[in-house]
Every structure is written in structure tokens, then in C-alpha cells.
């Protein structure tokens, strides 16, 4: 309570540990569940802070909760684990929440003004039934098809990351711009100036392959760009066999485009 700190609320094995909660300014780190070990609620009120909520193994947390001005982040779920819910009330803010491998997380819920960012599903996990209402917001996606929003909910639009031959083209696209316009392509730096006022890139500015992505697909490319950031948009669009060379460099990324496009682009 108050301006307390608690640090370290760990179950393991079958342990089970009822409600962690923090009230006022008082703050927790690090509330963590293993093996079949079961957290049944993790809550913040006031200004308090919780950070770092993880579950692995196949323990579950049954809710993450934040009300007020308060924070929630790092709610993370990896190994075959499950959170159950994760809810932000009034001016609560909840910040990255994550599920690997097979986990599970369900119910990711904005009300009245709250904001929810960085929802991310890798490997086979599964996010399902992201809602917002009221003037909530929930935003800065990355998922596959195995991320299952609501559709009666505003108030974001469902991207999903392309696949197959959708990813395929787009990859092509881009390396059809690098052939004809090869002095404006740079690994060095997603674009390396800002777009005007007018929503477009001065001339003589030049594109990562993620950049040129965002660029070539023009207002759906700015759209993303301005939901998540480039790399991230790049990611949707590209899909995910081209997202792995955004580090690399222009030699690298050449012989990738070069690939997919069937000519040699030097």
C-alpha cells in the first residue's frame, strides 16, 4: 500500500498464490508463475505500478487488472501457460502483453479511457477477444491469423501479417522499386528523411526493404506506419520470411530481392 514496494512473488510446482494486489503509489515487480502453479489475480489501483507478470509452463494467472491512473507492464505468457484475463479500467494503461509458444491469453479488455499497446502472439500462441469501448484504446498489434478479435468491438481495424503469395507479392513489389530506383535504397535506415506535411517523402529520400514496403503501398502504408512504426508495418505487409532481413545489409538484402524477383539487381 502507499508508496510499499514488493518485489519477487514467484509460485512453482502446485503452489497457488490468491490476489497480488498494489493500491495508491506502492509498486510490484516481478509476479511470476511455473510449472502448475496457479496466480488467480494481479491488480493495480491508484497510481501503483505492477511490472513484469509472467506465466510459463502451463501455470495460469486468472486476471491482470489496472483501474485508475495506474500501469501494468511486461504481462507476458510462454510454454503452454494461459492468462485468463487482462482488463484496464478509467485512465489505466496496460503495456506489452506477450504470448509464446502455445500459450494463451484471452480477454484483453479497454474501458473507458484506458490504453492497452504492444499485443504480440509468436510462434503458435493464441490473443482472442481484444476488446476497447468507451473511448478506450488498444493499439501497436503483431499477430498472425492466431490472434481472434471481436468483431462487435470498435475501435481498431484488424491488420493481419501477409502470407503465401499475398507476402510474395508485395516482396516482389518492392523489388521491382529497387531495380528502377536503386539509388533510393539504403539498409541503413527505415527512410532516411521524414514525410512532409503533405503525407510524402522529399526527393532524393531513400527506403530500407521495410521503408519501400510502407511507401509503395501509400495511404495503407501510412496508415500502418502511423498505428505501429515502420518495422512493424514492414512486418505486415512483407510478412515474416522478409521481416527477418531487416538488419541486414545491402548486399544481403539485394540477393533476397534478387531471389524473389528472378533478375539480378545490383
Known amino acids: 500500500y502507499d508508496t510499499a514496494t514488493i518485489s ?12 497480488v494486489g498494489a493500491y495508491v503509489t506502492a509498486t510490484i515487480i516481478g509476479v511470476w508463475a511455473y510449472y502448475t502453479a496457479r496466480i488467480i489475480g494481479v ?9 513484469l507478470v509472467r506465466a510459463s509452463g502451463p501455470a495460469p494467472i486468472s486476471e491482470v487488472r489496472a483501474s485508475g491512473p495506474a500501469t501494468i507492464t511486461d504481462v507476458w505468457a510462454s510454454g503452454t501457460a494461459t492468462i ?3 482488463w484496464a479500467y478509467n485512465t489505466a494503461r496496460i503495456i506489452d502483453v506477450r504470448a509464446y509458444d502455445t500459450a494463451t491469453i484471452s480477454n484483453v479488455r479497454a474501458s473507458d479511457t484506458a490504453t492497452i499497446s504492444d499485443v504480440r502472439a509468436y510462434d503458435t500462441a493464441t490473443i ?6 468507451d473511448t478506450a484504446t488498444i493499439g501497436r498489434f503483431v499477430w498472425a491469423s492466431s490472434i481472434a478479435p471481436s468483431a462487435s468491438v470498435r475501435p481498431y481495424i484488424t491488420y493481419e501479417m501477409a502470407t503465401g503469395d499475398e507476402a510474395d507479392a508485395n516482396i516482389r513489389e518492392v523489388a521491382q522499386f529497387v531495380k528502377s530506383e536503386r539509388a533510393c535504397f539504403n539498409m541503413q535506415s ?5 514525410r512532409g506535411l503533405d503525407g510524402s517523402f522529399p526527393c ?9 514496403a510502407v511507401f509503395l503501398k501509400g495511404a495503407v502504408g501510412r496508415e500502418l506506419e502511423d498505428l505501429f512504426d515502420t518495422e512493424l508495418a514492414g512486418r505486415l505487409i512483407l510478412g ?9 545489409d545491402n ?6 530481392l534478387s531471389d524473389k524477383l528472378g533478375e539480378v539487381i545490383v
Open 8 to 19: 519477487n512473488v514467484l509460485a512453482s510446482d502446485t503452489a497457488t498464490i490468491g490476489e
Open 190 to 194: 527505415w527512410h532516411s528523411r521524414d
Open 204 to 212: 532524393g529520400t531513400t527506403h530500407c526493404m521495410a521503408g519501400a
Open 43 to 51: 491488480w493495480a489501483y491508484g497510481t501503483a505500478t505492477i511490472s
Open 128 to 133: 482472442s477477444r481484444v476488446l476497447a469501448s
Open 240 to 248: 515474416a520470411e522478409a521481416s527477418e532481413l531487416f538488419d541486414v
Open 84 to 86: 485468463s484475463r487482462v
Open 251 to 256: 548486399e544481403t538484402a539485394l540477393k533476397f
